[in-house]
Every structure is written in structure tokens, then in C-alpha cells.
């Protein structure tokens, strides 16, 4: 089982609609959670992170967090075309690991 | 300020030939890390390091890697005797501190031919 899993897509969606990007992971431990944008040929820039239980904003992008259900999500809202890009989801379970999940391909269609 | 650095952006080399590459984190940040991303992968953690700690050198693939960071600040990945297997980005991040928000380098791609 891996640590972390995503579906690899592609999701495709239209311009201004919210996108859903899932995220399991496995250990139950987990205590930091994160969201990263990979444009091709880039290197992942952070979005978001993810301590506790709940929702956090941070513009269009909200990330969720359900430890019972051992999973995170994010939506991004009003979705834009410069939004498509492969995003990772990563979790660090204890001590210094960070497992990367293989990223979910976005596209937003104009 | 000034973001994760890493060089060289690109660099082709010849199987079993020894190359080096340079990570320069954000100033201030304690905690670097490698990862490797092959074309179509995920990130594959290499190694970490922590302050003045011992680092954590688990994910390293085989003893041909290597790293080391010389006074807590700039850091060098070490591939001796290179595979083609090795043939992927090299990615560093630093965090402030351990287990938080991790900031990527532009990444080295490496070429073995």
C-alpha cells in the first residue's frame, strides 16, 4: 500500500467551475498535510498546508482535512485556465519523511 | 528573498562518470532535503539533514550516492560511477524547520548517457 495515493487524472473541468482534487494517505499518524502545483517542466511550488481537522482558505483554495477518514482534499474555486498543472498531494507521518503522492493532472478548459 | 538555488540546472554526463550537485537553501532555514522525480514519478525522498544532526539518509538508492551540507547552509548530492538509471531531476527543498512548509529549488536535470 502506498503512503500516499491520488488519482492521476486527468481531471478536466470549465473555466469557473471548482475543482476537487483528492487525497488519501495511510498512516494514521500524520501530523502535517500539504498541497503543491507542478507546472511541466517546473518544480513544485507549495499552495497550501494543513495541520487540523477542518477547512482552511487562502483565496480560491480551500484544502480539507479528515484525519478519521485519513484524507485531505482541495477545491479551487472559480477555477482558471492558468490553475491547470499537476498537483501533489504530501504528508508528512513522523519524524522526517515527507511522502509525495504521484499528482493529480488538471485541466481547466477555457 | 531569495528562493532555493540549485545548480546545474542541467548537466549530461557519461555512465560512470562522478557528478556533483549544488543545493543553496532559503537563508535561515534549518532543515534541507533531496528527492529524486523520474519522468512521469512521483518524488522519491534521498536524504534529509537537520541543524548540526546526523542526517537521515534512508531513502539514499545506493551507496553510489552521497550528500553533504557544510555549515548547516549549502548542501552536495553526490552520484559516483553514474547509471543511466540515475537520469531524472534532482529536487532540493529547505523548511525553516523539520516538518513543515518545504520550498522547491528549480531542480538539476541530469542526463546520463
Known amino acids: 500500500q502506498k503512503e500516499v495515493e491520488q488519482n492521476s487524472g486527468p481531471l478536466s473541468v470549465p473555466e469557473g467551475a471548482i475543482a476537487s482534487l483528492n487525497c488519501t494517505y495511510s498512516?494514521?499518524?500524520?501530523?502535517?498535510f500539504f498541497w503543491y502545483r507542478q507546472y511541466s517542466g517546473k518544480s513544485p511550488e507549495l499552495i497550501m498546508s494543513?495541520?487540523?481537522?477542518g477547512d482552511k482558505e487562502d483565496g480560491r483554495f480551500t484544502a480539507q482535512l479528515n484525519k478519521a477518514s485519513q484524507y485531505v482534499s482541495l477545491l479551487i474555486r472559480d477555477s482558471q485556465p492558468s490553475d491547470s498543472a499537476t498537483y501533489l498531494c504530501a504528508v508528512n507521518p513522523t519524524g522526517n519523511q515527507f511522502y509525495f503522492g504521484t499528482g493529480t493532472s488538471l485541466t481547466v478548459i477555457p | 528573498g531569495a528562493g532555493v538555488s540549485q545548480s546545474p540546472s542541467n548537466k549530461v554526463t557519461e555512465k560512470g562518470k562522478d557528478v556533483e550537485l549544488r543545493c543553496d537553501p532559503i537563508s535561515g532555514h534549518t532543515a534541507l532535503y533531496w528527492y529524486r522525480q523520474s519522468l512521469g514519478q512521483g518524488l522519491e525522498f534521498l536524504i534529509y539533514f537537520q541543524g548540526n544532526s546526523a542526517p537521515d539518509k534512508s531513502g539514499l538508492p545506493s551507496d553510489r550516492f552521497s550528500a553533504e551540507r557544510t555549515g548547516g547552509s549549502v548542501s552536495t548530492l553526490t552520484i559516483q560511477r553514474t547509471q543511466q538509471e540515475d537520469s531524472a531531476v534532482y529536487l532540493c527543498a529547505s523548511s525553516l524547520v523539520s516538518r513543515y512548509e518545504q520550498y522547491f529549488g528549480p531542480g538539476t536535470r541530469l542526463t546520463v548517457t
Open positions: 494543513i495541520y487540523s481537522n
Open positions: 498512516d494514521r499518524g500524520s501530523q502535517s
